[in-house]
Nanobody
């Protein structure tokens, strides 16, 4: 299986970006999807999570009200809409797929290669 992120880039404070993560090689609809971000200073942080059918989303306190995670199981893709971006949001963003409770937990976890988001004027 494979995850490929896209949509990162340079944006001014207050701006918006939409990240995409396309999955292949595994049954996407049976996986919980997560977005993480990582910087050398802060390490890795779980930003948002969405369950397999898209009904439940959870967010880090640092992004609540600004970011929105969504998924399209017909397109095997997950998205992260990021609004009101701040310099502190600067990081490499990664998507992760973990097996949902509906399937065996012996199934593998997948990671994308990451996409850089830089918030700067």
């Amino acid at each position: 299986g494979q995850l490929v992120e896209s949509g990162g880039g340079l944006v001014q404070p207050g701006g918006s970006l939409r990240l995409s993560c396309a999955a292949s090689g595994f049954t996407f609809r049976f996986y919980v999807m997560r977005w993480y971000r990582q910087t050398p200073e802060k390490g890795r942080e779980l930003v948002a999570s969405i369950n397999d059918n898209g009904i439940r989303q959870t967010y880090a306190d640092s992004v609540k009200g600004r970011f929105a995670i969504s998924r399209d199981n017909n397109k095997d893709s997950v998205y992260l809409q990021m609004n009101s971006l701040k310099p502190d949001d600067t990081a490499v963003y990664y998507c992760q797929a973990v097996p949902s409770p509906q399937i065996s937990q012996s199934n593998p976890t997948y990671w994308g290669q990451g996409t850089q988001v830089t918030v700067s004027s």
